[in-house]
């Protein structure tokens, strides 16, 4: 049965295989005994290996040993886990902060926990597929509206208040900041200022929620506090940012930063929080060590954005793109599955790795390159001349 279906995704070019590194994560990795320039991690700024990271979490190995051996409602927690949470409240403008275990477990835990039946949740169509899967499970009514359409949000919004008496009904906009796959950035001054025209006419502050999903904007934009400092938003009791450890961050985790009652109610109802293990010590002293390195210097965030840069105008001139991109991830569309798998083997070929992302991962078949702090400029030249002898 499912012999005939793996048959059906070959012949369709979606058949995907896991391909495990025998390095540590990096703009250099070893595949198969081979090294390749790595254009494809999401460790934009180098944590994963920088030795303030890896020094502290080996100390919180040592002093808190690895298993968090319970939920955080019970004993699973630790005092590091505490000041994550401050300092990341801190970090993001916001009163409170909470640590879930993933992006993808804060997502399908918190939108289920803010909304309930009645409820309307506006959600953009390319947000991640952790948003959708979150909106899933809620028992709110979904709306996708066209991507980043502002106008068209806003008219989805005006439809729903005018068919509705019921003044306990919610609204929740859902969207993320950085778009994981084609790496633009959500209009979120002109979304903000809908829900702010919308959020004046309803009368209870907690009917109207903006949360957005700040995974690939934290430690890229807003000099790495994220996108909401990008756009010069300050955060509102009615935001909700969430954010990953695991990206720029270069560590493991996610996180929910809003008001104390937003963060005590997910605490209380998010059952991704409630009911899974801990994250262990020593990922949490890395996100600390992480955000430290972050706000301490700025180099980090500056090279990349150099970098990111430097990469862009290269593809422009080359015509491999049309318009510079606003953050380091970079699509390359040459057009059909096909010609997308040609690019990317033919880089392989030439020790570039930059794996195609295909259907459900993107709506179109791309090359999702990703340039990072640590990529020099003979890295990015290498990608250059592969790519430029690899046209067909
Ligand atoms: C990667 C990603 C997530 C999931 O985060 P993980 O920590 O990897 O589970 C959620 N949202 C967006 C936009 C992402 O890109």
Redesign the pocket.
């Known amino acids: 049965m499912f012999a005939d279906k793996l048959i059906k995704l070959r012949r369709e070019g979606l058949h995907r295989a896991i391909k495990d590194r025998q390095s540590a994560q990096g703009p250099r990795i070893c595949i198969d005994g081979r090294e390749f320039i790595n254009f494809s991690s999401?460790d934009y700024l180098g944590l994963a290996n920088h030795p303030a990271v890896l020094t502290a979490s080996s100390k919180a190995v040592k002093e808190f040993g690895f298993g968090g051996g319970a939920s955080r409602l019970l004993s699973g927690g630790t005092v590091l886990h505490e000041s994550l949470e401050h300092k990341t409240a801190g970090f993001k403008g916001a009163e409170a902060a909470l640590i879930f275990n993933?992006?993808?477990?804060?997502?399908t835990g918190i939108i289920p926990s803010i909304s309930e039946a009645g409820d309307v949740i506006f959600s953009d169509e390319l947000?991640?597929a952790?948003?959708i899967d979150g909106c899933r499970l809620s028992k709110a009514k979904t709306l996708v509206y066209r991507h980043k359409d502002v106008d068209h949000l806003n008219g989805l919004i005006k439809e729903e208040s005018a068919k509705s008496a019921d003044a306990q009904k919610r609204f929740i906009v859902v969207t993320?900041s950085?778009?994981?796959m084609d790496g633009d950035i959500a209009p979120l001054k002109e979304i903000f200022d809908v829900c702010t025209s919308h959020k004046s006419r309803i009368s209870a502050d907690s009917s109207f929620l903006l949360y957005i999903?700040d995974?690939?904007g934290t430690g890229v934009l807003g000099r790495g506090r994220g996108a909401l400092a990008h756009f010069g938003i300050r955060p509102e009791p009615w935001i909700i940012q969430?954010g990953?450890?695991?990206?720029a961050l270069g560590s493991?985790?996610?996180f929910a930063a809003g008001s104390k009652d937003v963060i005590e109610w997910l605490i209380n109802t998010s059952r991704s929080f409630m009911f899974s293990t801990a994250l262990p010590a020593c990922a949490v002293s890395a996100s600390m060590a992480a955000l430290d390195l972050i706000e301490d210097n700025h180099y980090l965030v500056e090279k990349l954005k150099e970098n990111q840069d430097m990469l862009s105008s290269a593809l422009i001139d080359t015509g491999f793109i049309a318009v510079r991109t606003e953050t380091p991830i970079i699509p390359l569309k040459p057009g059909s599955l096909r010609d997308t798998l040609k690019l990317s083997g033919a880089l392989f070929e030439k020790d570039i790795y930059a794996p195609a992302i295909r259907p459900p991962s993107s709506r179109e078949p791309m090359l999702r390159l990703t340039v990072t702090a640590l990529h020099t400029e003979n890295d990015i030249a290498s990608l250059l001349h592969a790519l430029k002898s690899s046209r067909f």
């Open positions: 999401n993933s992006g993808y477990m804060a997502n947000n991640h952790s948003i993320d950085v778009f994981s999903d995974a690939h969430m990953t450890f695991s990206k493991f985790g996610a």
